[in-house]
Structure formats: C-alpha cells, structure tokens
C-alpha cells in the first residue's frame, strides 16, 4: 500500500483600482494506492516538479516475463 499525504496552499490576489480581493485555498489530503505484487518497494523514487508528483517504481527481476520470439 502507498499512502501520500501532503498539504495544499494557495494564494489568489487581485489588485485593480481601487478593490483589493484576496482569495486563499488549501488544506491537507491524502491518498492510498494499493500497489501490485512484484515491485521493489525499496527502490521507490519520487520528484515534485511544477505540481507533478512523479513516482518511480522497479519491478523484482523475478516479475518481469521473458519473451521467446518464434519464427
């Protein structure tokens, strides 16, 4: 199971003339994904870029098939 937890803050400020408007969202959540049998848990990776959460998850030499080609 991968459980991701984190915290949302945003900040929306408007200035024009003479009206100051000032709009704030966040807040915590969270997430749990049940992951496939067959990975290698510690070699999990993670980046955060531009709001992305990229994870990177090895399979065990043991679960990834072989392929015979037959001709």
Do not use: W
């Amino acid at each position: 199971m991968l459980h991701i937890t984190g915290e949302r803050k945003v900040v929306d400020e408007d200035k024009e003339l003479n009206v100051h408007r000032m709009e704030q969202f966040y807040g915590s959540f969270s997430r749990s994904i049940q992951l496939p049998k067959g990975l290698d848990t510690d070699s999990i990776t993670a980046n955060h870029e531009d709001g992305i959460l990229r994870l990177t998850i090895k399979k065990h030499e043991k679960a990834v098939k072989k392929q015979i080609q037959i001709q």
